[in-house]
């Protein structure tokens, strides 16, 4: 009985190259293995590939076989109060030894409780409480997985009171305890900027660039809230707005070259429209290579 | 101030129930509750659930129309959170949950049409495996056929409907004008197999499934095929030439 997906040859992972990706999509495999684009890796869900066989892990290997991966959870509940499920965990870890990505990311969220999975990334107030929480999950992620993590700093369109903790000295706080990296969604910074009236770049002048290793670019929708107000949601759903490249400019201004993925994972477009659209990221990291001192952050 | 699962606790209700108003400690000191932010998060869940499901079942869709189907779907989904992270799994379900949906009693059919899109579903995403080729029996000596054991392809689902579940699927996935299926013509069985990258529905003689059921267990064909043999219409020839045709075999063992 031979299993006819030919299992990869991978010992060791592809490092995430510092250039544009962009989020592997089912309408996109096809296009991918036949035409071969220029593009620097690839990012998956991991949840959509927890699947035992099928189309899904046919393509994904082939296509893993041609670029580097990086791995993305959208379930760990990670911000939860519950003990993490062990159960997922162990998927995840055979997913990571299955493909060998070069980043495993999640979330500042939680979408699990007794009830069920919620399958949204739900907020949670930053406190001495949910520090130190979230902080014995990240050990025991990166524990089970054999790697460092990154942890992603998410959109939110509630104010909690019960926040003693300022945002980014959560995530400061939980990658130094731990030793995790952060992925910066420069999108989640503007949608949160807007929904609670901060400054984005304020935001990320205080944020810990020299931890970060990944950055997220993706659109959203603009409505207004309960009293008139601007409110943003992160619909992944259309190109960013000129809003989001600036803060991904200012960003690589701090940090110089870093894996940016163009996430994309609603109404998903045409792969040439996808395609260009990372294109616009490598544009803005191409200057930043030629000016290598741009990148104090990482020489620190 | 509260702790973390009692924020939680409130949370979830708040998401749960559409009445109820958005927890407190979620809003900026000195405004309105802010019912729109909150609903963001309620829409989100809802409405990513009610897609997971009807990316499942467009053959429901169909025979029920849009508007229909969404109500079931957001009824489902109030009633039944998924399990596990993995959407992959979340829908099993709902055939059982149509059953027993009143407003669908007119169509009692649709159940067993919703589990042949579940068995699709499942089929391609099984464990791959490499099926025998169909002509493999013939090598196999007549007198020694009977003590076979068979292994069984992991996408391999027999189900068998007292409606033409199959013809209404059928119709109702591939065709632009759906022929009328009389509901009334009489029990279908329909097998679902993925022996590689396509997924494969097709009718499976009376019997059939009886004889899958048996065959997992371990038993072997002449001990599968007495048990199938009390289904009226049963030939194990039929059967064996279907389930090797399909794909749905992957080993023989004495």
Not at chain 1, 217 to 236: F, K, M, N, S, Y
Not at chain 2, 189 to 204: G, K, N, Q, S, W
């Amino acid at each position: 009985m031979s299993d006819p997906t030919p299992a990869l040859t991978l010992t060791a992972p592809d490092a995430i190259p510092r250039s544009a990706g962009v989020g592997l999509k089912p309408a996109h495999y096809r296009t991918i293995l036949e035409q071969g684009p220029y593009m620097g890796w690839f990012e998956i869900h991991a949840e959509n590939y927890m699947g035992a066989g099928g189309p899904p892990h046919r393509y994904l290997t082939a296509i893993r076989e041609r670029y580097p991966l990086s791995i993305h959870g959208v379930g760990l509940s990670i911000g939860g109060e519950r003990a993490l499920d062990r159960q997922h965990l162990s998927r995840l870890a055979d997913l990571i030894r299955r493909y060998r990505p070069g980043l495993f990311s999640e979330h500042l969220a939680w979408s699990t409780h007794a009830t069920g999975f919620f399958n949204d990334l739900l907020p949670l107030p930053y406190t001495d409480e949910t520090l130190n929480r979230v902080c014995r999950h990240i050990d025991q992620v990166q524990d089970v997985l054999g790697q460092r993590m990154l942890l992603e700093n998410p959109s939110t369109y509630l104010h909690l009171a019960d926040s003693t903790i300022s945002e980014v000295q959560f995530l400061d706080a939980v990658s130094r305890r731990t030793g995790c990296g952060l992925l910066l969604d420069v999108n989640n910074v503007q949608v949160c900027a807007t929904n609670h009236g901060f400054e984005a770049q304020a935001y990320l002048d205080a944020f810990p660039m020299h931890r970060v290793a990944e950055i997220h670019v993706a659109g959203h929708d603009p409505q207004r809230d309960d009293e008139g107000r601007p409110l943003l949601i992160d619909t992944h759903d259309r190109p960013a707005t000129s809003g989001v490249w600036q803060l991904l400019e200012h960003t690589l201004a701090l940090t110089g070259p870093l894996p940016v993925l163009i996430e994309w994972d609603n109404d998903i477009p045409p792969w040439s429209a996808l395609f260009e659209e990372s294109r616009k990221a490598q544009q803005l990291l191409d200057r930043h290579i030629q000016h290598p001192e741009a990148g104090h952050a990482l020489a620190s | 101030m509260p702790s973390q699962a009692e924020y939680e606790a409130d949370f979830v209700q708040a998401l749960r129930q559409p009445q109820t108003p958005p927890p407190a400690g979620v809003r900026h000191p000195g405004s309105q509750p802010p019912a729109l932010r909150f609903g963001v998060y309620r829409n989100n869940v809802h409405v990513s659930l009610v897609e997971a499901v009807t990316r499942l079942y467009p053959v429901v869709q169909r025979l029920v129309g849009e508007a229909f189907f969404q109500a079931v779907a957001r009824r489902f989904v109030g009633q039944v959170l998924p399990d596990s992270p993995v959407l992959i799994d979340y829908g099993e379900t709902f055939p059982d949950f149509l059953d027993h949906f009143e407003p669908a009693a007119r169509l009692p059919y649709l159940g067993d049409v919703a589990r042949i899109e579940w068995a699709w579903h499942r089929a391609y995403h099984a464990q791959d495996q490499t099926p025998l080729p169909p002509q493999a029996v013939a090598r196999i000596p007549p007198a020694q056929v009977g003590h076979l054991r068979l292994g069984l392809h992991p996408s391999l689902q027999v189900l068998e409907s007292p409606w033409p579940a199959l013809s209404i699927w059928h119709t109702n996935r591939h065709d632009a004008q759906v022929r009328r299926i009389d509901r009334d013509s009489g029990s279908e069985a329909t097998l679902v197999c993925r022996p590689d990258m396509e997924v494969l529905v097709c009718a499976a003689p009376l019997g059939t499934a009886a004889l899958v059921r048996t065959l997992s267990t371990g038993a072997n064909l002449e001990q599968a095929a007495t048990q199938a043999v009390e289904q009226p219409g049963f030939n194990l020839q039929t059967s064996l030439a279907v389930l090797l045709s399909s794909g749905g075999i992957t080993a023989f063992r004495f």
